[in-house]
């Protein structure tokens, strides 16, 4: 599985896990297409790359917020990313760094986020098998307004690190290409068709800030899975050709 981030060795022992995310255009800006205050702005971004270092085995240890929403929005931002942070339960082991766009202002708000995690360099990544694993999407694909309308169905972080911590299991955040493209992403299987796929959810749909995970597992945990998911969980069929 090729994920969408950063593997660098730094030691015999350790490497760095660098996972990234951007918004554009949603803030407090007049000319933003979606109004929402810098703290949530910056709260979903933080979400989107701690799932991404994460699920490749990363341990966060620093986050670098980019900031071209003003000076005056930085608190907000840092505010934001904190909240995430407490609710992974790694707000006092994290460091927070970045930088701000002073300059010249801009039209529209513009934010990135950078979080660096090691893992040891023994890491694997477990085999992803169509026929010997379960495949369910944890949450909905949300975006836009739908984000802050449909926040109950938005994987909680919390939970996200509780099925990170199982055993057998493969967590992938969904993005903006969707439930199929992610699914293709975590099996390495670029010819897996639309028609093969059951699921109740659109699996074409855009998860804006990865409001949903995939998740495949031994077939032995789907009721505990299930059991911890509740209502977030929608199960992935998928035909085997």
Same mark, same amino acid.
């Given at each position: 599985?090729?994920?969408?981030?950063?593997?660098?060795?730094?030691?015999?022992?350790?490497?760095?896990?660098?996972?990234?995310?951007?918004?554009?255009?949603?803030?407090?800006?007049?000319?933003?297409l979606?109004?929402?205050?810098?703290?949530?702005?910056?709260?979903?971004?933080?979400?989107?790359?701690?799932?991404e270092?994460?699920?490749?085995?990363?341990?966060p240890?620093?986050?670098?917020? !980019?900031?071209?929403?003003?000076?005056?929005?930085?608190?907000?931002?840092?505010?934001?990313?904190?909240?995430?942070l407490?609710?992974?339960?790694?707000?006092?082991?994290?460091?927070?760094?970045?930088?701000?766009?002073s300059?010249?202002?801009?039209?529209?708000?513009?934010?990135?986020?950078?979080?660096?995690?090691?893992?040891n360099?023994?890491f694997?990544?477990?085999?992803?098998?169509?026929?010997k694993m379960?495949?369910?999407?944890?949450?909905?694909?949300?975006?836009?307004?739908?984000?802050?309308?449909?926040? !109950?169905?938005?994987?909680?972080?919390?939970?996200?690190?509780?099925?990170n911590?199982?055993?057998?299991?493969?967590?992938?955040?969904?993005?903006?290409?969707g439930?199929? !493209?992610?699914?293709?992403?975590?099996?390495?299987?670029?010819?897996?068709?639309l028609?093969?796929?059951g699921?109740?959810?659109?699996?074409?749909k855009?998860?804006?800030?990865?409001?949903?995970?995939?998740?495949?597992?031994?077939?032995?945990?789907?009721?505990?899975?299930?059991?911890?998911?509740l209502?977030?969980?929608?199960?992935?069929?998928?035909?085997?050709?």
């Amino acid at each position: 599985m090729i994920r969408d981030i950063m593997v660098i060795p730094m030691s015999e022992r350790d490497s760095l896990v660098i996972a990234s995310d951007n918004s554009g255009g949603i803030g407090l800006k007049e000319n933003d297409l979606v109004h929402t205050p810098y703290d949530v702005v910056s709260y979903f971004s933080l979400r989107v790359a701690a799932m991404e270092c994460m699920a490749a085995g990363g341990e966060p240890f620093s986050v670098i917020i !980019h900031n071209f929403c003003g000076d005056e929005s930085w608190q907000a931002m840092v505010n934001g990313v904190e909240r995430g942070l407490d609710e992974l339960g790694m707000k006092s082991l994290v460091q927070i760094s970045g930088s701000t766009e002073s300059n010249f202002p801009l039209l529209q708000s513009g934010f990135g986020t950078i979080v660096i995690g090691k893992r040891n360099r023994e890491f694997t990544e477990k085999q992803v098998s169509f026929t010997k694993m379960k495949f369910a999407v944890i949450g909905s694909p949300l975006v836009g307004e739908e984000v802050l309308k449909k926040s !109950h169905e938005v994987v909680p972080l919390s939970l996200f690190k509780e099925l990170n911590g199982l055993n057998g299991v493969i967590l992938l955040p969904v993005g903006s290409k969707g439930i199929l !493209h992610e699914l293709k992403v975590m099996a390495d299987n670029d010819e897996l068709a639309l028609n093969s796929v059951g699921c109740e959810l659109d699996v074409l749909k855009t998860s804006g800030p990865s409001t949903c995970i995939l998740i495949a597992f031994p077939a032995v945990l789907e009721p505990v899975v299930k059991e911890m998911t509740l209502d977030l969980y929608h199960s992935l069929e998928i035909e085997v050709k």
